[in-house]
């Protein structure tokens, strides 16, 4: 019997969606403004999106993936990172808490929630909402032109 491939390096294999469900319920791809490059505190520039909605709002996987980490630290908070097609990393931050029953090496579908908009890590003081990220082997990457209103995939 041949021995089946793990999730991730199956991940590994596939191509890189060209476009990705706005990964907040609710959320138009229009109502996402591009502030990718913009001026952040200490010298830094924003690597990725910033998604307003309410607080508690869900916020679903963009991507098929495996979860690679659910915690609290640093300047994203509460955060999940779930790594997708083609080994991208996707990075969910500022979360207000994660999804009942979330953990490491989950499986997760395009449009399963990992968590819920806040304000946590850097963001406290700031409208809730979700800092989404792209990250491959060559670095973060703009999600912004691949976001579009298209429904989650199965």
Sequence with gaps: ???????????SRMPVPLELPVPVEG?????????WGAA???G????????FATRG?????????????????GLGGKQVWVIGPGGERHYY????????????????????????????????????????GIYAAGGALNPHPRLGDAAAAP
């Design 40 to 42: 952040r505190s200490s």
């Design 57 to 73: 709002t869900p916020v679903l996987s963009a991507t098929r993936g495996v979860v690679a980490r659910v915690g609290e630290s």
């Design 44 to 51: 830094r520039t924003h690597q990725g999106v910033d998604i």
């Design 1 to 11: 019997m041949v021995r089946a491939l793990p999730e991730t390096f199956r991940l």
């Design 93 to 132: 931050a500022h979360l207000d808490d994660w999804a009942a029953g979330l953990h490491v090496w989950q499986r997760v579908r395009a449009g399963d929630p990992v968590g819920f908009v806040g304000t946590t890590g850097n963001a406290r003081g700031t409208p809730p909402h979700l800092h989404y």
């Design 27 to 35: 959320v138009q791809a229009k109502r996402i403004t591009d502030t």
